[in-house]
Protein backbone atom coordinates (compact mmCIF):
# COMPACT_ATOMS: atom_id res chain seq x y z
CA UNK A 1 0.00 0.00 0.00
CA UNK A 2 2.96 2.02 -0.57
CA UNK A 3 1.84 5.24 -2.58
CA UNK A 4 -1.03 6.32 -0.56
CA UNK A 5 -3.30 9.70 -2.51
CA UNK A 6 -4.87 11.34 0.03
CA UNK A 7 -8.09 13.33 -1.19
CA UNK A 8 -9.78 15.69 0.90
CA UNK A 9 -13.40 15.39 1.85
CA UNK A 10 -15.73 17.89 0.09
CA UNK A 11 -16.88 20.78 2.83
CA UNK A 12 -20.35 19.34 4.28
CA UNK A 13 -18.66 16.42 5.70
CA UNK A 14 -15.76 17.99 6.59
CA UNK A 15 -17.48 17.98 10.04
CA UNK A 16 -17.97 14.05 9.81
CA UNK A 17 -15.22 13.15 7.41
CA UNK A 18 -11.62 13.37 7.92
CA UNK A 19 -9.94 12.28 4.86
CA UNK A 20 -10.67 9.84 1.62
CA UNK A 21 -7.57 7.91 1.02
CA UNK A 22 -6.58 5.67 -1.99
CA UNK A 23 -3.78 3.00 -2.68
CA UNK A 24 -3.51 1.54 -6.40
CA UNK A 25 -3.19 -1.98 -6.95
CA UNK A 26 0.02 -3.20 -4.97
CA UNK A 27 2.93 -5.07 -6.50
CA UNK A 28 3.84 -7.40 -4.06
CA UNK A 29 2.35 -9.02 -0.98
CA UNK A 30 2.62 -7.16 1.79
CA UNK A 31 2.06 -7.39 5.61
CA UNK A 32 0.46 -4.64 7.65
CA UNK A 33 -0.01 -4.49 11.31
CA UNK A 34 -3.20 -2.20 12.06
CA UNK A 35 -2.84 -0.28 15.01
CA UNK A 36 -5.33 1.47 17.54
CA UNK A 37 -5.49 4.95 16.33
CA UNK A 38 -8.77 6.42 18.00
CA UNK A 39 -11.25 6.49 14.73
CA UNK A 40 -13.72 4.49 13.13
CA UNK A 41 -12.78 4.19 9.04
CA UNK A 42 -14.34 2.23 5.98
CA UNK A 43 -12.45 0.20 2.94
CA UNK A 44 -13.15 -0.68 0.28
CA UNK A 45 -10.67 -3.28 -1.51
CA UNK A 46 -10.25 -5.57 -4.20
CA UNK A 47 -8.29 -7.74 -6.78
CA UNK A 48 -9.89 -8.03 -9.99
CA UNK A 49 -13.36 -8.13 -7.87
CA UNK A 50 -12.22 -10.62 -5.27
CA UNK A 51 -11.05 -9.73 -1.56
CA UNK A 52 -7.31 -9.01 -1.77
CA UNK A 53 -6.84 -8.97 2.71
CA UNK A 54 -6.99 -11.56 4.48
CA UNK A 55 -7.25 -10.80 8.55
CA UNK A 56 -4.64 -12.28 10.94
CA UNK A 57 -3.94 -14.55 8.05
CA UNK A 58 -6.91 -16.27 8.43
CA UNK A 59 -10.32 -14.57 7.22
CA UNK A 60 -10.93 -12.88 4.19
CA UNK A 61 -12.40 -9.19 4.43
CA UNK A 62 -15.38 -8.21 2.74
CA UNK A 63 -15.07 -6.12 -0.38
CA UNK A 64 -16.51 -3.20 1.24
CA UNK A 65 -16.50 -2.35 5.01
CA UNK A 66 -16.69 -0.32 8.18
CA UNK A 67 -14.55 -0.45 11.24
CA UNK A 68 -15.09 0.30 14.38
CA UNK A 69 -12.50 1.69 17.51
CA UNK A 70 -9.52 -0.43 17.31
CA UNK A 71 -7.83 -1.30 20.81
CA UNK A 72 -5.62 -4.59 20.47
CA UNK A 73 -3.27 -4.74 17.08
CA UNK A 74 -4.27 -6.98 14.66
CA UNK A 75 -2.47 -8.22 11.39
CA UNK A 76 -3.77 -7.75 7.51
CA UNK A 77 -1.63 -9.27 4.42
CA UNK A 78 -2.77 -8.03 1.07
CA UNK A 79 -2.01 -9.81 -1.95
CA UNK A 80 -0.07 -8.13 -4.77
CA UNK A 81 -2.87 -6.65 -6.97
CA UNK A 82 -4.87 -5.30 -4.59
CA UNK A 83 -6.40 -1.91 -4.59
CA UNK A 84 -7.82 -0.09 -1.79
CA UNK A 85 -9.95 3.40 -1.10
CA UNK A 86 -10.60 4.21 2.38
CA UNK A 87 -12.40 6.79 4.57
CA UNK A 88 -10.91 7.92 8.13
CA UNK A 89 -13.66 9.10 10.03
CA UNK A 90 -13.73 11.78 13.00
CA UNK A 91 -13.48 9.86 16.00
CA UNK A 92 -17.10 10.71 17.54
CA UNK A 93 -19.37 10.62 14.20
CA UNK A 94 -19.94 6.55 14.31
CA UNK A 95 -23.86 6.47 15.80
CA UNK A 96 -24.81 9.87 14.10
CA UNK A 97 -23.98 7.83 10.89
CA UNK A 98 -24.85 4.83 11.09
CA UNK A 99 -27.05 4.88 13.65
CA UNK A 100 -25.59 1.87 15.58
CA UNK A 101 -23.74 2.34 18.83
CA UNK A 102 -20.26 2.82 18.47
CA UNK A 103 -19.69 0.12 21.15
CA UNK A 104 -20.85 -2.70 19.15
CA UNK A 105 -18.61 -2.34 16.34
CA UNK A 106 -15.10 -1.84 18.86
CA UNK A 107 -12.55 -4.41 17.37
CA UNK A 108 -14.54 -5.67 14.76
CA UNK A 109 -16.22 -4.13 11.41
CA UNK A 110 -19.65 -4.35 9.46
CA UNK A 111 -20.01 -5.31 5.82
CA UNK A 112 -21.29 -2.29 3.99
CA UNK A 113 -24.00 -4.00 2.30
CA UNK A 114 -25.34 -4.11 5.90
CA UNK A 115 -25.67 -0.45 6.14
CA UNK A 116 -29.16 1.11 5.53
CA UNK A 117 -28.38 3.76 2.78
CA UNK A 118 -24.89 2.06 1.85
CA UNK A 119 -25.58 -1.10 -0.34
CA UNK A 120 -23.62 0.10 -3.09
CA UNK A 121 -20.76 -2.50 -3.55
CA UNK A 122 -21.73 -3.52 -6.77
CA UNK A 123 -21.51 0.12 -7.98
CA UNK A 124 -18.07 0.23 -6.52
CA UNK A 125 -16.67 -2.21 -8.23
CA UNK A 126 -18.22 -1.22 -11.33
CA UNK A 127 -16.65 2.33 -11.02
CA UNK A 128 -12.51 2.65 -11.77
CA UNK A 129 -11.71 6.19 -10.93
CA UNK A 130 -10.99 6.60 -7.19
CA UNK A 131 -12.45 9.99 -7.46
CA UNK A 132 -15.53 8.74 -8.21
CA UNK A 133 -15.05 5.83 -6.07
CA UNK A 134 -14.92 8.90 -3.03
CA UNK A 135 -17.67 10.46 -3.93
CA UNK A 136 -19.92 8.18 -4.95
CA UNK A 137 -19.25 7.54 -1.12
CA UNK A 138 -19.48 10.59 -0.47
CA UNK A 139 -22.78 11.03 -1.23
CA UNK A 140 -24.41 8.10 0.31
CA UNK A 141 -22.62 9.03 3.21
CA UNK A 142 -24.63 12.69 2.90
CA UNK A 143 -27.95 11.28 2.61
CA UNK A 144 -27.20 9.45 5.87
CA UNK A 145 -26.32 12.69 7.51
CA UNK A 146 -29.35 14.60 6.21
CA UNK A 147 -31.73 12.19 7.21
CA UNK A 148 -30.82 10.94 10.25
CA UNK A 149 -29.76 12.39 14.26
CA UNK A 150 -27.45 15.20 14.79
CA UNK A 151 -24.11 14.63 16.17
CA UNK A 152 -24.13 14.99 20.43
CA UNK A 153 -22.48 18.02 21.37
CA UNK A 154 -20.98 17.16 24.65
CA UNK A 155 -19.15 13.97 22.56
CA UNK A 156 -17.94 16.38 20.10
CA UNK A 157 -16.69 18.91 22.74
CA UNK A 158 -15.47 15.99 24.95
CA UNK A 159 -12.48 14.70 21.93
CA UNK A 160 -12.03 18.33 20.95
CA UNK A 161 -10.95 18.88 24.89
CA UNK A 162 -9.49 15.92 25.62
CA UNK A 163 -6.97 16.15 22.18
CA UNK A 164 -6.50 19.75 23.63
CA UNK A 165 -5.30 18.52 27.10
CA UNK A 166 -3.97 15.46 26.82
CA UNK A 167 -1.49 14.97 30.03
CA UNK A 168 -4.36 16.56 32.21
CA UNK A 169 -7.10 15.80 31.17
CA UNK A 170 -9.91 13.50 33.51
CA UNK A 171 -13.32 11.72 32.47
CA UNK A 172 -14.83 13.29 36.12
CA UNK A 173 -14.04 16.63 35.10
CA UNK A 174 -15.75 16.16 31.75
CA UNK A 175 -18.52 14.44 33.46
CA UNK A 176 -19.13 17.51 36.05
CA UNK A 177 -18.84 20.07 33.05
CA UNK A 178 -21.48 18.62 31.35
CA UNK A 179 -23.42 18.45 34.51
CA UNK A 180 -23.86 14.81 34.25
CA UNK A 181 -22.93 11.73 36.54
CA UNK A 182 -19.77 9.38 35.85
CA UNK A 183 -22.27 7.01 35.06
CA UNK A 184 -24.21 8.73 32.58
CA UNK A 185 -21.16 10.56 30.64
CA UNK A 186 -19.40 6.96 30.35
CA UNK A 187 -22.24 5.67 28.82
CA UNK A 188 -22.82 8.16 26.25
CA UNK A 189 -19.45 8.37 25.22
CA UNK A 190 -18.59 5.13 24.75
CA UNK A 191 -22.12 4.68 22.89
CA UNK A 192 -20.60 7.31 20.25
CA UNK A 193 -16.64 6.65 20.54
CA UNK A 194 -17.06 2.83 21.05
CA UNK A 195 -14.45 2.49 24.34
CA UNK A 196 -14.94 4.34 27.31
CA UNK A 197 -13.22 7.86 27.50
CA UNK A 198 -10.14 6.22 29.76
CA UNK A 199 -9.51 3.86 27.33
CA UNK A 200 -9.74 6.92 24.52
CA UNK A 201 -7.18 8.92 26.11
CA UNK A 202 -4.99 6.20 26.92
CA UNK A 203 -5.40 5.44 22.73
CA UNK A 204 -4.50 9.02 22.51
CA UNK A 205 -1.46 9.08 24.64
CA UNK A 206 -0.11 5.77 22.42
CA UNK A 207 -0.49 7.76 19.12
CA UNK A 208 1.76 10.85 20.78
CA UNK A 209 3.85 8.62 21.75
CA UNK A 210 4.14 6.72 18.07
CA UNK A 211 4.44 10.29 15.94
CA UNK A 212 7.18 10.69 18.53
CA UNK A 213 9.08 7.81 17.04
CA UNK A 214 8.25 8.18 14.35
CA UNK A 215 10.07 11.69 13.60
CA UNK A 216 12.77 11.01 15.92
CA UNK A 217 11.33 14.38 18.39
CA UNK A 218 13.20 13.43 21.78
CA UNK A 219 16.23 13.28 23.34
CA UNK A 220 16.10 9.76 25.08
CA UNK A 221 12.78 7.29 25.27
CA UNK A 222 12.00 7.71 28.70
CA UNK A 223 11.52 11.07 27.82
CA UNK A 224 8.32 10.47 25.89
CA UNK A 225 6.68 8.58 28.38
CA UNK A 226 7.07 11.48 30.86
CA UNK A 227 6.05 14.05 29.03
CA UNK A 228 2.76 12.39 28.60
CA UNK A 229 2.40 11.80 32.34
CA UNK A 230 2.74 7.63 32.17
CA UNK A 231 4.23 7.19 36.21
CA UNK A 232 6.84 4.80 35.37
CA UNK A 233 8.89 3.70 32.05
CA UNK A 234 7.39 0.16 32.86
CA UNK A 235 4.14 1.52 32.20
CA UNK A 236 4.70 3.12 29.17
CA UNK A 237 6.15 0.61 27.63
CA UNK A 238 3.57 -2.03 28.82
CA UNK A 239 0.39 0.46 27.20
CA UNK A 240 2.72 0.77 23.84
CA UNK A 241 2.82 -2.78 23.74
CA UNK A 242 -0.52 -3.10 24.16
CA UNK A 243 -1.70 -0.98 21.51
CA UNK A 244 0.95 -1.64 18.64
CA UNK A 245 2.63 -4.90 19.59
CA UNK A 246 5.85 -3.64 19.80
CA UNK A 247 7.68 -1.91 22.89
CA UNK A 248 9.26 1.49 21.59
CA UNK A 249 12.62 0.62 21.73
CA UNK A 250 11.99 -2.37 19.36
CA UNK A 251 10.09 0.44 17.12
CA UNK A 252 12.60 2.19 17.24
CA UNK A 253 15.49 -0.11 16.36
CA UNK A 254 13.70 -1.42 13.82
CA UNK A 255 14.43 -0.71 10.20
CA UNK A 256 10.93 -2.37 9.67
CA UNK A 257 8.28 -1.92 11.36
CA UNK A 258 7.42 1.30 8.88
CA UNK A 259 4.87 3.63 9.31
CA UNK A 260 2.82 3.88 5.90
CA UNK A 261 2.82 7.59 6.34
CA UNK A 262 6.74 8.09 6.64
CA UNK A 263 7.04 6.51 3.22
CA UNK A 264 4.40 8.30 1.16
CA UNK A 265 1.65 10.88 2.13
CA UNK A 266 0.24 11.07 5.85
CA UNK A 267 -3.02 9.25 7.13
CA UNK A 268 -2.37 11.94 10.04
CA UNK A 269 -5.16 14.23 9.21
CA UNK A 270 -7.73 17.06 10.82
CA UNK A 271 -8.34 16.52 14.52
CA UNK A 272 -6.49 19.44 16.43
CA UNK A 273 -3.51 17.96 17.91
CA UNK A 274 -3.49 14.12 17.27
CA UNK A 275 -2.71 13.04 14.33
CA UNK A 276 -2.59 9.36 13.62
CA UNK A 277 -1.46 5.98 12.57
CA UNK A 278 -3.38 3.30 11.71
CA UNK A 279 -1.14 1.37 9.74
CA UNK A 280 2.48 -0.19 9.79
CA UNK A 281 4.50 -2.05 7.33
CA UNK A 282 5.75 -5.03 8.62
CA UNK A 283 8.79 -7.38 8.28
CA UNK A 284 7.31 -10.81 6.12
Known amino acids: MKGITIIPPPPHLSRHVRSFWYAGPSTQQQHYQVLA ?3 PGLIFQHNNGHSGITWQGVHKL ?8 ATVPGNNIMEAG ?3 L ?3 FRPHVWKSLFQVDASEVTNTLIELDNLSGLRITEQLLNTADPLQIAKLLGDCLWQNIVRKQQEDAIITNSVHEIAAHITVVHSSELSGKYNLSQRQYQRRFKQHMGVS ?6 ILKF ?7 NRRSFSKLSDIGYELGFA ?16 PKDLLQQQQPVPVESMT ?5 GHPGIPSTRLLICPQ
Do not use: K, M, N, W
Request: aromatic share 14%.
Open 82 to 84: TSC
Open 265 to 269: ASLET
Open 37 to 39: DGA
Open 197 to 202: PETYIR
Open 207 to 213: QHALQAI
Open 86 to 88: GIH
Open 62 to 69: PLAFVYGQ
Open 232 to 247: DQSHFIREFRLFSGYT
